[in-house]
């Protein structure tokens, strides 16, 4: 590999240090962050497994085939949600009321690397951060017992991969994930003959890091010179997290009533599949496609346990994470049009059906079904450079919380809690595209219409 190649990767994978730092708020079903692709947001996602962009590796990586030389894309993503609880007579604290805003805005970063080592065969690199939460409840509210102070989930994730062109019809892909994840879950402990109002560190906290590793493939298809269909395939990833449960000193919070201290836990996060399409109608009209699922229904119910393996309990009470989420689909349409030689625009509509339904929804993550509006483009500065710029508003469906013990509800601690969110979110993306070496003459060939 030469200087510049060996330059390339060093300033494509310089944003890990930032990603480390970032802590996402989900915005795709469950828990998963979709914000990977500024060029991919413009079009609501429609169509980005089957390519069009370096940063569309992270859903399938064998469309690394299409990006010739040695090139670096670098994504920047402000997401800035909306999350205020209001709470229902019912509940029973509904006297401490609701909140304002409870999700924390954030900024995502995402780079990507490709390197052509011959005319068949590429090499690449993508850092991301596929999952994430951030939220920050008040202590004194009325569903404090499900959602009390800062918590947050952050993942960083390193994926090297391979891509290999079999012919101008079928490209294939592969790569390995590597995975870190910060868990830091806050919730309240019932008012008790010990602390007569919330607000006096009567909370539990559980605060670990972990490693997880896991697989992505993909292939394309070129069936005819204006049709290109792609199909990526992102692994399970269980993540084994090593940590701590904090508990209020004394009382019935210590040994034998409870067991503060080190814990651990497997969480299950899901794999995802992707199917992709973009249909040029003519040389400035493509039409883009998405129909994508995730396998949440994998996460189940977490466990924590104490290192001898025993559960973890509080007040006699086994702590679990009782997620029991179905799996997510996610549908999008879209398209693109060469506005001139250096400006392309695109738009797009997604569908989002949560994995988070009724019957297992808390105010932590009060996921809904989701409508998404996007728009975006792509301006070519120079031969070498190139940079996207997208907006999304994403519409949350209205949503109900009941973690009551008629609702059946598996949180449902003894504290009934019962009430309404209203929710949005807001995201630009901002992405540079960099060319390391120089362009070739131009392919003859049809096949791969950029």
Not at 81 to 96: D, M, R, V
Not at 139 to 148: I, K, L, T, V
Not at 329 to 344: N, P
Not at 382 to 400: E, G, N, R
Request: hydrophobic content about 40%.
């Amino acid at each position: 590999m030469s200087f510049r190649g060996v330059k390339a990767v060093l300033l494509a994978c310089s944003g890990i240090g930032v990603l480390l730092a970032a802590t996402a708020d989900a915005n795709a079903g469950g828990l998963a962050v979709r914000e990977q692709s500024a060029w991919g947001q413009g079009s609501s996602f429609a169509g980005v497994a089957a390519g069009g962009s370096l940063s569309a590796m992270f859903w399938n990586p064998a469309t690394m085939t299409q990006i010739p030389g040695i090139q670096s894309e670098s994504v920047l993503t402000g997401i800035m949600p909306y999350a205020a609880n209001t709470p229902g007579a019912g509940s029973t604290y509904f006297g401490f009321g609701g909140t304002g805003n409870t999700a924390d805005s954030a900024l995502v970063p995402a780079g990507y690397f490709s390197y052509q080592l011959n005319p068949n065969l590429w090499l690449g690199m993508s850092v991301n951060s596929p999952f994430g939460l951030s939220v920050n409840f008040p202590d004194a509210w009325a569903g404090r017992n499900y959602a009390a102070g800062g918590s947050s989930l952050a993942t960083y994730n390193a994926t090297p991969s391979l891509a290999y062109r079999i012919n101008d019809m079928i490209s294939i892909g592969a790569g390995v994930q590597i995975e870190r994840a910060r868990a830091d879950l806050t919730s309240g402990l019932p008012v008790n003959s010990s602390f007569t109002a919330p607000g006096l560190g009567n909370q539990s906290n559980i605060y670990g890091y972990g490693w997880g590793f896991g697989f992505t493939a993909g292939v394309t298809l070129t069936p005819t010179p204006t049709t290109t269909i792609g199909l990526g395939y992102r692994s399970a990833i269980n993540q084994r997290i090593n940590g701590t449960l904090t508990l209020p000193p004394g009382g019935v919070f210590t040994s034998p009533f409870s067991t503060p201290g080190s814990v651990n836990t497997t969480l299950n996060l899901p794999d995802i599949v992707s199917l992709g399409i973009r249909q040029r109608v003519n040389p400035q009209l493509t039409l883009l496609g998405t129909v994508e699922w995730t396998n949440w229904s994998r996460i189940g119910t977490t466990a924590i346990n104490q290192p001898s393996g025993a559960p973890a309990t509080i007040v006699g009470n086994a702590v679990t994470l009782p997620f029991q989420y179905k799996d997510g689909w996610f549908f999008s349409a879209g398209a693109e049009y060469q506005w001139s030689e250096k400006l392309a625009v695109r738009g797009g509509v997604g569908y989002e059906i949560s994995p988070i339904t009724d019957q297992v929804r808390t105010p932590l993550l009060p996921d809904n079904d989701r409508l998404w509006l996007s728009v975006g483009g792509t301006y070519r500065l120079t031969p070498k450079m190139s940079f996207d710029l997208a907006y999304s508003h994403i519409f949350v469906k209205s949503t109900h919380v009941d973690v009551s013990a008629a609702s059946g509800n598996p949180w449902f601690d003894g504290v009934t809690y019962i009430g309404d969110v209203s929710s949005h979110v807001d995201i630009i993306s901002l992405a540079m595209k960099y060319r390391w070496d120089n362009p070739a003459p131009a392919p003859t060939s049809t096949l791969y219409h950029k």
